[in-house]
T-cell receptor, first 113, second 112 residues
Framework: DGGITQSPKYLFRKEGQNVTLSCEQN?????MYWYRQDPGQGLRLIYY???????QKGDIAEGYSVSREKKESFPLTVTSAQKNPTAFYLC????????????FGEGSRLTVL | SQKIEQNSEALNIQEGKTATLTCNYT??????LQWYRQDPGRGPVFLLL?????KEKRKERLKVTFDTTLKQSLFHITASQPADSATYLC???????????FGQGTTLQVKP
């Protein structure tokens, strides 16, 4: 089945550690996105990529980094510079059509101990 | 500053009634607007798209309107069912970037 796979589903990290969240899609979509969701809040855009080897900062990129070396993959690294990293992270993809819908993964819940 | 606002308080309605959710935006000129449904602990799922030159779209029991003068979209669920209970998110997009910006969502609770 085609879709988006995020891993791990749950992740715990100690303060000061970097952590990488995986996002893979087999939908052959050009664009991929990372959002962060805090309890009772909407989705905030971290980074997005419309094509391989290119990506743009979203509204809350500080403390995060991404790469887009393959069309299928868009990993997100939460660095120690992110002051409040505990959140629910959602990856999404969509076709190149500019009004296209986003297809979301099941999310990764990161907890900093 | 740019802002997207949805009803912050949960909406509680009786089964069979029509639910109406609001999405207001300021300092945006969106080319289109989308609505998503999100269940607890899950990723959002796309429901409807409406473009800036469209006034209304329908899909089964769902209807969305888009008023660019009022800078508002309304999302209606007719003949609501308990299974419609979820959080509903609006998202707006522009024609010159790939960004899609979300509101904070409104939680709908349909009681039997």
């Amino acid at each position: 089945d085609g879709g988006i796979t995020q891993s791990p589903k749950y992740l715990f990290r100690k303060e000061g550690q970097n952590v990488t969240l995986s996002c893979e899609q087999n939908l052959n979509h050009d664009a991929m996105y990372w959002y962060r969701q805090d309890p009772g809040q909407g989705l905030r855009l971290i980074y997005y990529s419309q094509i391989v080897n290119d990506f743009q900062k979203g509204d809350i990129a500080e403390g995060y980094s991404v790469s887009r070396e393959k069309k299928e993959s868009f990993p997100l690294t939460v660095t120690s510079a992110q002051k409040n990293p505990t959140a629910f992270y959602l990856c999404a993809s969509r076709t190149g059509e500019w009004t296209g819908e986003l297809f979301f993964g099941e999310g990764s819940r990161l907890t900093v101990l | 500053s740019q802002k997207i606002e949805q009803n912050s308080e949960a909406l509680n309605i009786q089964e069979g009634k029509t639910a109406t959710l609001t999405c207001n935006y300021t300092n945006y000129s969106p080319a289109y607007l989308q609505w998503y449904r999100q269940d607890p602990g899950r990723g959002p799922v796309f429901l409807l798209l409406i473009r800036e030159n469209e006034k209304e779209k329908r899909k089964e029991r769902l209807k969305v309107t888009f008023d660019t003068t009022l800078k508002q979209s309304l999302f209606h669920i007719t003949a609501s069912q308990p299974a419609d209970s979820a959080t509903y998110l609006c998202a707006i997009g522009s024609s010159n970037t790939g960004k899609l910006i979300f509101g904070q969502g409104t939680t709908l609770q349909v009681k039997p």
